[in-house]
């Protein structure tokens, strides 16, 4: 059980709302909670999991009077600060397994300032950011991977990524983790018993069980690692360049996906002179888009720079949208582009929309197929920026382009963090050595140190052999009252 002093932050954005959350966690909250509280009865005398209608008050004979002169209805010696519903949670039935009490107040800012100056002047101190999450950690709650996917699933830009997140907030990635780990403990266990007392433990053949359980092993850790390209996505949202000639609809896209009026839109070719960057949701996906200058050979120096930004934006984007104006016969200029795609080898992340269906169509989807007839016809799609039709038929292209069925239908784990996939490769590493020791014919109390590398490797993720330096670093990206 994690020993400490009792901490207090808001809970919710501090930004004026309706309600206001401020949390209070430690072995003095219910205490601290109580000395600022007015209802019924005292907290102190309130059953787990209860909640209680009252105020907070100031007593200004044992503060000193904080919050004199701001405006709070002052009788006598105690001040009125606000009207509010006081939720009880007592140890170890709660968030950080510790004594937690959730004030809900009026969400002002000055209000939400006002109560919590004055629960420090009561004993409690300011939470570090993540210190609630943390001291769930500490004290056994969850383990580090279901600490990570809290903020995930803050942080969430699609459907996928809050589902995700949920699958491994339950523990769905620790409990796979912690079974590759009890398999290798078993079988260090095994050999240092075999070493220590060879005539009960027979290690004649025992290579050939090790290399079939260290080969199941290697293959669970490449099945969660081949993951993690798509949790990149998941998590960090589709890096996305819209590129095309211009006049093309490409700021018009941009505004549809953005749902307002993010880009500047003219009849005038090369209104767009610069990247415009945005984060949109496009069905089950988030999209970093990148709106770029019409790619056209000019003799403006700035448009000229404009288009040398568009072509670095196709060099470094994970998905390119080129964006072609239907209403016009396919020219020599647009040959040469959708050659470009193919010779830069673009053409794997490439989707060609045909916009402006609205108007009469010249442009056809077969006679993309004739420039690029490796081109799968999925990949080209007719779409109407202006009237946003069509932009359901690009989200499930995106989506069958970066993300399997399999992954979709059978809710498959995505690895989503960076630290994860890490520690999952140098897990392999080590395997990969196992493999090459029983290859060599290394005896099995050398074999142990790669095992045992695994074993801590995969141990990161949970943090069962987490530094405390480094959860501290982990702890401190998370939001304050969380």
Known sequence: MFQGDTIAAVATAMSNAGIGIIRISGPDAIAIADSVFRGKKA???????????????EDKGKTGGISEGE??????????IDEVLVSVFRAPRTYTREDLVEINCHGGILILQKILRL?????????????????????????????????????AQSELAIRNSMEQLSGALSCRIRDMREKLLYEIAFIESALDDPEHYDLDGYSDKLRNQVEN???????????????????????????????AGKSSLLNALAGRDRAIVTDIPGTTRDTLEERVRLGNLALRLIDTAGIRESEDRIEQIGVEKARKSMEEADLIIFVMDASLPLENEDCKMLNQLSSHGYLEHSIILLNKMDLTSILSAEQIQQVLPQLNPDRILSV?????????????????????????????????????????????????????????????????????????QLGLITGETLEDDLADEIFSKFCMGK
Do not use: W
């Open 119 to 155: 629960l420090f002047s009561c004993g409690a101190r300011p939470a570090e950011p993540g210190e609630f999450t943390k001291r769930a950690f500490l004290n056994g709650r969850i383990d580090m991977a279901q600490a990570e996917s809290v903020m995930d699933l803050i942080h």
């Open 384 to 456: 109407s920026a202006r009237r946003e039709e069509g932009l359901d038929l690009l989200a499930s292209a995106i989506e069958r382009m970066f993300f399997t069925g399999q992954v979709r239908e059978n809710q498959e784990i995505l690895i989503t963090n960076a630290r994860h996939t890490y520690a999952l490769q140098e897990a392999r590493k080590a395997l990969d050595l196992v493999l090459e020791g029983i290859d060599q014919g290394i005896t099995e109390d050398f074999l142990t140190v790669d095992l045992m590398n695994c074993y801590e």
């Open 43 to 57: 907290l102190a005398e309130m059953e787990s999991h209860t909640i209680s209608y009252g105020h907070i008050v």
């Open 71 to 80: 405006g709070t209805k002052d009788t006598g010696q105690v001040c009125l």
């Open 217 to 247: 092993l290697s293959a669970a850790l490449e099945r969660l690692l081949a993951s993690s390209k798509e949790g990149s996505y998941l998590r960090d949202g589709i890096l996305t360049a819209i590129v095309g000639r211009p006049n």
